[in-house]
């Protein structure tokens, strides 16, 4: 019974090609995010829903859209993907009115566009 | 805006030596601070946290106290294992409901 999953784990595609990461947290948590993680190890914010509702959407760009059926779910879709969108990729759920508790993050999704 | 700033890596110590990765923040208020841990492969597991000036987060030997003199949350840990190599994030809230994270350090434990 994983807090939060995400899949699939492996991701490797072509340029050009439209890919969806799927992401579900179990924990009743009312805020999900999509975090980026690059060669570097380096973490960035690109989204996050809270109850459904897009609160935070940084600089990415705009082939990059996550949907959010429900406050259990929030998917991440990529149109025409480029050779930099390779990165792993962090789906993370968190309570809003508990944010000192931090946030729980699920295993990843390594991406690799060739 | 909000940031984190963690010393760089590698940090390469013996098995049994004493640990501190240093962890530095600037923020408007007062943000909650956490230590992520990230083993090969894996994704990223809370390992401590403190959410106001002089606490002290602590879990599995390793410890961190808020420091707002100084804003920082350094990483201590008395006797490392091979078992605790891995990339270590600093953490702080940003009240935008999302993390800003340190770069990472990565610690080697050799035995």
């Known amino acids: 019974d994983t807090a939060v999953s995400q899949t699939p784990k492996y991701l490797v595609t072509q340029m050009g090609n439209d890919k969806s990461i799927k992401c579900e947290q179990n924990?009743?948590?009312?805020?999900m995010y999509w975090y980026k993680q690059d060669s570097k190890k380096f973490l960035k914010i690109m989204f996050s829903?809270?109850?459904?509702?897009?609160?935070i959407n940084e600089t990415v760009p705009n082939r990059f859209s996550p949907k959010s059926p429900d406050k259990a779910h929030l998917n991440l879709h990529i149109n025409s993907l480029e050779l930099g969108d390779s990165a792993v990729y962090f789906c993370?759920?968190?309570?809003?009115?508990?944010?000192?508790?931090?946030?729980?993050f699920g295993q990843g999704t390594r991406l690799t566009v060739v | 805006g909000n940031s984190v700033t963690q010393m760089e890596g590698p940090v390469t110590l013996s098995e049994e030596a004493f640990l501190t990765i240093n962890c530095t923040y600037t923020?408007?208020?007062?943000?909650?601070l956490f230590w992520y841990v990230q083993y090969p492969g894996e994704g990223l597991q809370l390992l401590l946290k403190?959410?106001?000036?002089?606490d002290k987060g602590s879990n599995k030997g390793f410890e961190a106290t808020y420091r707002k003199e100084t804003t920082s949350f350094h990483l201590e840990k008395g006797s490392v294992q091979v078992s605790d190599s891995a990339v270590y994030f600093c953490?702080?809230?940003?009240?935008?409901?999302?993390?800003?994270f340190g770069s990472g350090t990565r610690l080697q434990v050799q035995p």
């Open positions: 924990l009743g948590h009312d805020t």
């Open positions: 829903y809270n109850n459904k509702e897009l609160i």
């Open positions: 403190a959410t106001k000036a002089d």
């Open positions: 993370a759920s968190s309570q809003v009115n508990r944010a000192s508790k931090g946030a729980f």
């Open positions: 953490a702080s809230d940003t009240g935008r409901r999302a993390l800003t």
């Open positions: 923020a408007t208020g007062y943000p909650s």
